[in-house]
């Protein structure tokens, strides 16, 4: 269920008095301003339908609220078809003037964080990580996470296990360098037994600003919880990835501007579960996250395209600075867009807080891998190879060194130099 910020000030306004309370005087055809989050527009209109006039034209729109007029005599038909329809109570506010409705909108823009402004001017570090990426790794992950337990399930042994090897895993490519930490996040067991994993590279200037690139550690298999789940593709490709960045980033003695932060979500297979409580979380404790990078299920070709952009649940000025990496360090790689049609993976607990995320993708809706969720989705399913991820591990170097900038002390070899071009 998405809430934005907007529809829990309106929830907390609205149920302890009602939204028009403050309006005076019961005249019929008076016409009053209201502000209502945009996801409950389609159900609000719904209820005027075939009613003269119908409701009204929205005067504005921004950030998840919509600003129209309605007459004053279809408040109450309204906040009954919102708490009936969309279980909100009232879920709009009521204001005397269209002044009013405007500025409380720009009052619930102003408390969110400013957008940032993207640029591509971070070349020599990024070359430099990019570089260095190597396939070999990504596959030895994959494969030790899909060989290694029967299962990463949330709530088996299994899964608790795999997030320990991932722990010391990171701690031993963080290298022992005083700016990086790794830690569990732990969860209450009823949420999940298995914690999520992080780990933070401090920034040097701007410490407080944080640049979010996960995927999720458990795997599920459809079937039930006494079979096997490998989860290869979904997602031990993601968090491969994520192990190939932080080494390359150790390897090139690379120093963020913006704290960086990799997390390997638990839980993500029985709804969103890790990040959701992350995102809750750094929302409520005012944790400044600029930006998100998903990576769930990228080893497996499935469309003509090499990297799709998921275009819902997802925040589109991010997604054409990703486009616009793409263009710029990955020449000859093809893009496109495609929709899950619903939060399908862990980028949307960060949407659904207000944090900018974006998730590439390995395929079109529709022709992704056809065998997640079941025994089969092992290594052997992409030939026994990490190839397709290499892409997109140079796309998350590159994300990360252009939005947490910062530098690289090893420079681009001649070598390297070579293989890049
Ligand atoms: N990797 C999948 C999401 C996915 C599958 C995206 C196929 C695109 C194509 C993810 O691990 C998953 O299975 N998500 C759940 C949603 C979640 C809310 C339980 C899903 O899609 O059912
Ligand atoms: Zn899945």
Redesign the pocket.
């Known amino acids: 269920m998405r809430t934005t910020k907007f529809g829990a000030v309106a929830l907390m306004l609205v149920c302890a008095t009602p939204a028009f309370a403050e309006a005076p005087a019961k005249d019929k055809e008076k016409e009053v301003w209201i502000s209502i989050g945009t996801d409950a527009l389609e159900s609000a209109r719904a209820s005027f339908k075939g009613q003269e006039p119908e409701f009204a034209e929205v005067a504005r729109e921004k950030d998840g609220v919509a600003v129209l007029r309605v007459r004053e005599s279809q408040l109450e038909k309204l906040s009954k078809v919102m708490h009936d329809r969309l279980n909100r109570c009232a879920g709009f506010i009521s204001h005397e003037t269209e002044e009013q409705a405007l500025a409380a909108v720009e009052r619930s823009i102003a408390v969110q964080p400013l957008a940032i402004s993207y640029t591509i001017d971070n070349g020599t570090a990024v070359n430099s990580l990019m570089s260095a990426v190597a396939e070999t790794n990504i596959r030895g992950t994959i494969s030790t996470l899909s060989t290694s337990w029967t299962s990463r399930r949330y709530n088996l042994q299994s899964g608790i296990d795999a997030a320990t090897w991932l722990k010391n895993r990171w701690t031993t490519l963080a290298g022992g360098r005083s700016d990086i930490t790794v830690a569990n996040f732990v969860h209450p067991t009823t949420t999940s037994p298995q914690p999520s994993v992080i780990v933070t590279i401090r920034g040097t200037s701007l410490p407080n600003e944080v640049v979010v690139l996960g995927a ?1 550690l458990d795997s599920i298999n459809g079937s039930g919880s006494s079979y096997a789940a490998p989860g290869a593709d ?2 031990a490709s993601g968090v491969a990835a994520l192990t190939e960045v932080l080494r390359v980033a150790v390897a090139k003695g690379y120093k963020p501007a913006r704290t960086v932060k990799l997390m390997a979500y638990a839980a ?5 579960r890790g990040s959701g409580a992350i995102a809750a979380n750094y929302k409520s404790t005012g944790v400044n996250v600029v930006g998100v990078l998903q990576l ?2 990228i080893n497996y070709r499935g469309s003509s395209y090499d990297i799709v952009m998921v275009s819902d649940y997802t925040n589109a000025a991010q997604n054409t600075f990703i486009r616009n990496l793409i263009t710029r360090y990955l020449p000859g790689v093809t893009a496109t867009s495609t929709t ?1 049609g619903y ?3 862990d980028h949307a607990s960060w949407h659904n807080r207000g944090f900018p995320a974006s998730i590439p ?1 390995e395929a079109l ?1 529709g022709q ?1 891998n056809p065998t ?2 079941t025994t089969s989705d092992t290594l052997a399913q992409t030939a026994g190879t990490a190839t397709n991820s290499v892409k997109f591990v140079k796309l998350a170097a590159a994300y990360m060194a252009e939005l947490a900038k910062g530098t690289t002390s090893v420079a681009l070899q001649a070598e390297d130099a070579e293989a890049s071009r």
Request: hydrophobic letters at 30%; aromatic letters at 6%; proline letters at 0%.
């Open positions: 999720h979904d997602d993500e297979e029985i709804g969103l769930d299920m899950c939060g399908c993976s993708f809706m992704d997640i969720h």
